[in-house]
């Protein structure tokens, strides 16, 4: 192996752990993102209470496991 083929090699390397490093970074990033939005958006559900559904008070009681 000549000197101009290793220096290729380093430089090729560098560059391949500077792309992967900016592409982690830009994930980090998209998944903060994304878990902001979902928090806002579980915010600014309305909350509502229980006994304010006009459901009877049976549903949801039983889970039918032969449908």
């Given amino acids: 192996m ?3 083929s290793i220096a290729s090699l380093a430089t090729s390397l560098a560059s391949t752990q500077t792309n992967d490093a900016i592409g ?3 994930l980090k ?3 903060d993102i994304g878990a902001s939005n979902a928090e806002a ?4 559900l ?3 209470p229980v006994a304010a ?3 009877p ?3 949801g009681q039983n889970v039918n496991t032969t449908a």
């Fill in 24 to 26: 982690i970074s830009v």
């Fill in 53 to 55: 559904s006009n459901l």
């Fill in 29 to 31: 990033k998209a998944m």
């Fill in 41 to 44: 958006l579980i915010a600014s």
């Fill in 46 to 48: 309305p909350e509502i």
């Fill in 2 to 4: 000549d000197v101009s």
């Fill in 57 to 59: 008070p049976h549903l």
